[in-house]
């Protein structure tokens, strides 16, 4: 750990931890905090393939399909390594999968899938997405996501979710048999309640507008970090043109041929080592890139929220307006306009037996509307209460995490000036015999 | 040490010469070597066949010669600084004058210290005399006469910076060459007020004999030469292959300040937004601002970086870029010489009229030939071994300042480390060992 009786700053005793590790210790963490599910099973994604078939047209096209291994996590420790067992999905299944975890669980803050399409590269960096350096981070992406469900208090526990780890056929049919489209709500369902809505919890309203302020920062920060790295490649990789001139050059020389040649070298050296600084930095920048779409799981509960909130509110706005009306029955007064009362001013007073019946009508109407309010309340209320826990949830998860990914970072730049001393300090040796 | 001399001894009429070939490299023994000459200061000569060759050997300009050659790396007795460049404004033009300050012990000089203002047009005067005196000595090349961009840069503040560091470089190769910095060209530069150097510059050959001389030049220079010594064609194939390679040095580095600069241009967006998301966060915001302070301090260097690129090292690959262009018309100009002797030789054998003058013409032009060889072969000696030290310590010296750069942003860093791990700690939070 740190240096003592130094003045200086200390020296940190390990600053080689490799953001593999530090992704590790992620994992760690989560599998340490972890649910039941964690602790009876070890999920990973293995491998990733190509596969070729034909598509609901009846056309060719290839894609790519990752296995899914678990394995029991006392048969590991118990020092056999039995083999794992395991299915093969593809991204399409995982998506369907997390659709219907949205819906089925609208007060959790559910993890993100890693993007469909390659998005924020900079130019060196494939856009394909055959292209396997982007196959093998979505695998990576892919993993993360079954592991942060996994280790979900409320998503672990669910049968789907266990049968896409474990059931290889017909999880399709079973997926579609819970009906969960159907209790999907309708985006214009959503927009119409986020603007009308009156009375949100506050709480919730932060929550939304932190969830659009995290996203639109990662996202220029992405930006810029693609720029820049882009650049940075162009500044390593013109050192190169040393390596050429100088190697070029020792041959004209007699003294300073040996200097230059090896130094010459280095400079190669230099400019190959922007390849490795730069695959380090995609990682921290997927672990930025989870978060951003974790916003966008976050102000889907917010949203839900509104909606459940301004479903009540319209309840109880109708069953106001529904006890009003018998109010103005039973006392014969209009307090409010209404065609009714209009159409009997100008055709006569209805019957008291037809009045009886209305009233009769309304009774019932109100009964309704108050089991309704009710209903619609505790709704509100408990969502709001789980919804709250999992936010409260979600926040220590992202603070942890940013914080370790801005540790990485630290590291990986630790990382690229260390190479960069040894590489310059070769060179000055070789420059100065020259 | 290598002293630089030539060993002849010439006088018109003397048809026998001890000439040596070349020997700079060998330390200078006062003893043995008793024909010691130095070389004339007041010859004028454009491509050298009017190429005054006597002598004026006074005890005291040879004490002085050796003087140099003992004190070249040991003790320098001159000291030219170029600085403080000054505008100044009259009804014709605008022109920037550098003060130039001279101190010194030679004796030669009337005093020890001399203060004096030159404009650019002066030192290309010196220039020209120093090529003039010695055709084919290699004289360090001059910032060039205007960017390209246009004739507004001429005023730019960093324009001016670079080129004062150009002239303070020229003139203080000047000074360290053993032949020219005795040259009375050079003291009168060092020392005459603006009315004495004005009158000074008029002197000199006419304008009838200069452009005699030139003709003389195009002429050889049409003739060609016939047989040239091997070495002087290898130095020829030299030149032209260091040429490429310096310039494409000096390429190369100036698309890594363009790419640095541009990287910057980007990182430095970096800083402002882990700040600006800073705000929105609680427990993250300080390591966040702590991320930004970093990307911040790593701009400042990389700033800094870029900036010693431009000053050190792309101004000593650039003068070394424009040497070879000396280099190249210094040799022909003893490819000049060496035609004239060839043409004269031819002349000698064909002509029937004349005889006696032509053998002395013939004499004379076989004399500056050997003269100009040695020259160059000493000079040539001289300068690699200069651009060998000097393009040396300009690759240290970048070599160095970037590490220097690398080392700065680890600690920058490597204390952000530092200050989450403690703070870890501190919190009892997880335990990152």
């Known amino acids: 750990m740190a240096d003592s009786g130094s003045e200086e700053i200390a020296v940190i005793g390990n600053t080689d931890l490799t953001p593999s590790e530090s992704e590790n210790n992620l994992k760690n963490t ?69 659709n219907y975890l949205l819906v089925t669980y609208p007060f959790s803050v559910v993890p993100p899938l ?65 009906g969960f489209q159907a209790k999907a709500d309708s985006r214009l369902k959503a927009l119409n309640a986020t603007f009308r809505v009156k009375n949100p919890d506050k709480r919730f309203a932060e929550m939304k507008h932190y969830g659009d302020e995290l996203q639109s920062v990662i996202s220029q920060l992405l930006r810029v970090r693609a720029r820049a790295a882009d650049r940075l490649y162009g500044v390593y990789k013109v050192h190169g043109n040393y390596g050429r001139v100088f ?101 006569g007073q209805e ?84 | ?89 009259t009804a014709i033009e605008t022109y920037i004058t550098y003060r130039v300050v001279t101190k010194t012990t030679r004796s030669e000089f009337d005093s020890s210290e001399f203060e004096v203002r030159r404009r650019y047009q002066d030192f290309l005067w010196l220039k020209g005399r120093l090529e003039e005196a010695h055709p084919t000595l290699i004289v360090h090349p001059l910032p060039e006469k205007f960017v390209v961009k246009g004739m507004v840069e001429r005023f730019n503040e960093d324009f001016i910076e670079t080129r004062r560091r150009a002239l303070h470089r020229f003139l203080n190769k000047i000074a360290e060459h053993p032949i020219f910095s005795s040259s009375e060209d050079f003291k009168i530069f060092l020392t005459a007020a603006p009315g004495e150097l004005t009158s000074y510059k008029k002197q000199g050959p006419g304008f009838l004999s200069r452009m005699g001389e030139t003709v003389k030049a195009v002429a050889a220079a049409v003739r060609g030469v016939r047989n040239r010594p091997q070495e002087f064609t290898e130095m020829q194939e030299y030149v032209e292959a260091f040429s490429q390679k310096i310039s494409s040095l000096d390429k190369v580095t100036q698309r890594i300040v363009r790419e640095q600069k541009e990287y910057l241009e980007e990182l430095k967006e970096c800083g402002p937004t882990y700040a600006l998301w800073s705000q929105s966060e609680e427990e993250l915001a300080e390591p966040l601002k702590d991320v930004a302070g970093c990307v911040d301090r790593c701009c400042k260097e990389t700033e800094e970086q870029v900036k010693n690129l431009n000053d050190n090292l792309i101004p000593v690959l650039h003068e070394y870029a424009l040497c070879t262009d000396t280099l190249k018309a210094v040799l022909r100009r003893r490819d000049n010489i060496q035609a004239d002797f060839e043409a004269k030789t031819e002349a000698l054998a064909t002509k029937k009229a004349d005889r006696d003058t032509m053998r002395d013409d ?49 600690a920058v860093w490597e204390s952000f480390l530092h200050s989450q791990r403690t703070d870890a700690e501190g919190n009892g939070n997880v335990d990152f060992s």
């Open chain 2, 362 to 410: 013939l004499d004379k032009a076989e004399d500056r030939l050997e003269w100009a060889n040695n020259a160059l072969k000493s000079d040539w000696t001289r300068w690699q071994k200069d651009m060998r030290t000097d393009l040396r310590s300009a690759f240290v010296d970048t070599a160095e300042r970037n590490v220097n750069y690398y080392e700065k942003c680890l």
């Open chain 2, 1 to 89: 040490m290598s002293g630089f001399v030539v060993d002849s001894t010439v006088s018109s009429g003397n048809s026998s010469v001890a000439i040596p070939t070349d020997i700079s490299g060998q330390i200078l023994d006062l003893d043995e070597d008793d024909d010691l000459e130095v070389f004339s200061k007041d010859t004028t000569v454009t491509d050298g066949s009017s190429f005054n060759a006597s002598m004026q050997t006074s005890p005291a300009s040879m004490i002085n010669q050796y003087k140099f050659e003992e004190d070249a790396e040991d003790t320098k007795d001159i000291f030219v600084t170029v600085d403080n460049p000054e505008s100044h404004v």
């Open chain 1, 247 to 347: 190697s070029e050059w020792s041959a004209i020389e007699k003294e300073m041929g040996d200097g230059l040649q090896s130094a010459g070298h280095h400079m190669d050296a230099y400019a190959a080592s922007v390849d490795d600084i730069l695959e380090e930095e995609e990682h921290y920048a997927d672990q930025l890139k989870e978060y951003l779409f974790y916003a966008d799981a976050l102000r889907a509960v917010c949203r839900k929220h509104e909606l459940t909130q301004y479903e009540l509110e319209m309840a109880a706005q109708d069953l106001t307006s529904k006890k009003q009306q018998r109010e103005e029955l039973a006392t014969g007064t209009i307090r409010t306009f209404s065609l009714k009362g209009m159409t009997s001013k100008l055709f």
């Open chain 1, 114 to 178: 890693p993007e469909k399409r390659a998005e924020f590269v900079w130019h060196k960096l494939s856009a394909d997405n055959m292209d396997p350096d982007f196959v093998e981070r979505r695998r990576v992406g892919l993993e993360n996501f079954l592991l942060r469900v996994a280790s979900h208090p409320d998503l672990s526990s669910d049968k789907i979710f266990y049968s896409f780890l474990t059931e290889e056929n017909g999880w399709k049919e079973t997926v579609f048999e819970t």
């Open chain 1, 30 to 98: 989560m599998v340490e905090k972890g649910t039941s599910l964690l602790k009876m099973m070890e999920i990973s994604v293995a491998e990733a393939e190509k596969r070729t078939g034909k598509n609901a047209v009846n056309m060719q096209e290839t894609y790519t399909v990752y296995l899914i291994e678990t394995r029991p996590v006392d048969a590991a420790s118990e020092g056999t390594n039995p083999v794992p067992d395991s299915l093969w999905r593809r991204y399409s299944e995982f998506e369907l999968l997390r």
């Open chain 1, 351 to 434: 019957t008291p037996e037809q009045r009886e019946a209305k009233v009769k009508m309304l009774e019932t109407q109100i009964e309704e509307g108050e089991e309704l309010v009710k209903e619609r309340n505790t709704e509100c209320e408990e969502f709001v209460k789980s919804a709250w826990v999992d936010i409260e949830r979600f926040k220590e998860q992202k603070d942890h995490d940013l914080r370790e990914a801005l540790i990485s970072y630290a590291i990986m730049q630790i990382s690229m000036c260390k190479k960069g001393i040894q590489v310059w300090n070769n060179a000055k040796e070789c420059f100065s015999k020259m």
